[in-house]
């Protein structure tokens, strides 16, 4: 019971103004990339999807394991999303999943892309976290006290 009490908490304190920014952002871009490690990366999946099928948007989530692993092979595994350095454009938007908004290879990528026009938005499980810090919108969902219910 206490898990569901704190997961109802996060999501009553989820600020609806960021929300509302957040989709104004997905809809003005031309092609949406959606990037995440582990179970965040089978959100941005899912997520992908439904923006492409429910919302008609060019979403594409970067979850092949073959590229993936070909990069990280070939380079190192924080580069494993360099892809977007040739697939992104301006009118284009990163949206990021991240639980502890500190993974190297997402950190890596998204240093790239800060500051460029390229927009930056993230779903993120922690505060202050240096992903929330490199996008232009982001969303925490502190998770801290779930793991610990």
Request: hydrophobic residues 40%.
């Amino acid at each position: 019971m206490e898990y569901i009490n704190e997961l109802c908490r996060i999501i009553a304190g989820i600020n609806e103004k960021k929300i509302e920014e957040m989709a104004e952002s997905i809809l003005e871009s031309d092609t949406i990339y959606v990037i995440g490690n582990g179970g965040s990366m089978a959100t941005a999946q899912h997520f992908s999807q439904d923006l492409l099928k429910c919302c008609g948007l060019r979403a594409i989530a970067l979850t092949n394991i073959s590229e993936i692993t070909a990069f990280a092979n070939d380079l190192e595994y924080r580069k494993c999303f360099s892809s977007l350095e040739t697939l992104c454009r301006d009118k284009d938007c990163i949206f990021c999943i991240t639980t502890s908004g500190e993974s190297e290879n997402l950190i890596y990528i998204l240093e790239r892309f800060f500051d460029s026009g390229t927009k930056i938005l993230s779903l993120v499980g922690r505060d202050n976290s240096t992903i929330e810090r490199l996008s232009d919108i982001s969303i925490v969902l502190s998770t801290d006290k779930i793991w610990q219910a």
